[in-house]
């Protein structure tokens, strides 16, 4: 049975930083597109980005890059969600996810499994 756990969230001011983990069991690691998503109140969930099972391709939305980076340790099961400079509307519950495609456009369609997410809150 596939686990994922977040951890790392909380609450930090604006232009702060916080860095998300997500501890991963129960599946071969290695083998996994490793994604990240967030869910604001009120919002639709939003996918972050993604990091494939090399480590040699990213992928990032618009509205964190160039703020945000993923990570991953295929050695420890591990991956990481770097967050600097943060926003307010950084605001979010966020999900680390696995899924077995890496391609343009992934959706939350193309990942099966599911971290049952970590606050992050950001004050103004």
């Known amino acids: 049975q596939v686990q994922l756990v977040e951890s790392g969230g909380g609450l930090v001011q604006a232009g702060g930083s916080l860095r998300l983990s997500c501890a991963a069991s129960?599946?071969?690691?290695?083998?996994?597109?490793m994604g990240w998503f967030r869910q604001a109140p009120g919002k639709e969930r939003e996918y972050v980005g993604a990091?494939?099972?090399?480590?040699?391709?990213?992928y990032y939305a618009d509205s964190v890059k160039g703020r945000f980076t993923i990570s991953r340790d295929n050695a420890k099961n591990m991956v990481y969600l770097q967050m600097n400079t943060l926003k307010p509307e950084d605001t979010a519950v966020y999900y680390c996810?696995?899924?077995?495609?890496?391609?343009?456009?992934?959706?939350?369609?193309?990942?099966?499994?599911w971290g049952q997410g970590t606050q992050v809150t950001v004050s103004s």
């Open positions: 996810t696995a899924g077995l495609y890496w391609k343009a456009g992934l959706t939350s369609t193309d990942f099966g499994s």
């Open positions: 129960g599946l071969t690691f290695s083998r996994y597109t």
């Open positions: 990091i494939s099972w090399s480590r040699s391709s990213t």
